[in-house]
């Protein structure tokens, strides 16, 4: 299962990891650690691309003031 203990020795509060990995914990949401660069890559073109959407919404659509 790929599950460990961090104190074998302890009596009272055991300490006990289901995930043996980081790589263990990811398999269970289906991301592959070695996509890291692609994900980052996607994440910053996506808040690029928002910041523009709004640089270009408050240009064209100037709203009157009260």
């Given at each position: 299962?790929?599950?460990?203990?961090?104190?074998?020795?302890?009596?009272?509060?055991?300490?006990?990891?289901?995930?043996?990995?980081?790589?263990?914990?990811?398999?269970?949401?289906?991301?592959?650690?070695s996509?890291?660069?692609?994900n980052?890559?996607?994440?910053?073109?996506?808040?690029?691309?928002?910041?523009?959407?709004?640089?270009?919404?408050?240009?064209?659509?100037?709203?009157?003031?009260?």
């Open positions: 299962m790929g599950a460990y203990l961090q104190n074998p020795d302890a009596t009272g509060n055991c300490n006990y990891c289901q995930y043996a990995s980081g790589d263990t914990f990811l398999a269970g949401i289906n991301v592959k650690y996509d890291r660069g692609r980052i890559g996607i994440y910053c073109c996506y808040i690029i691309s928002n910041i523009v959407i709004i640089l270009l919404a408050s240009r064209f659509l100037k709203y009157t003031k009260r």
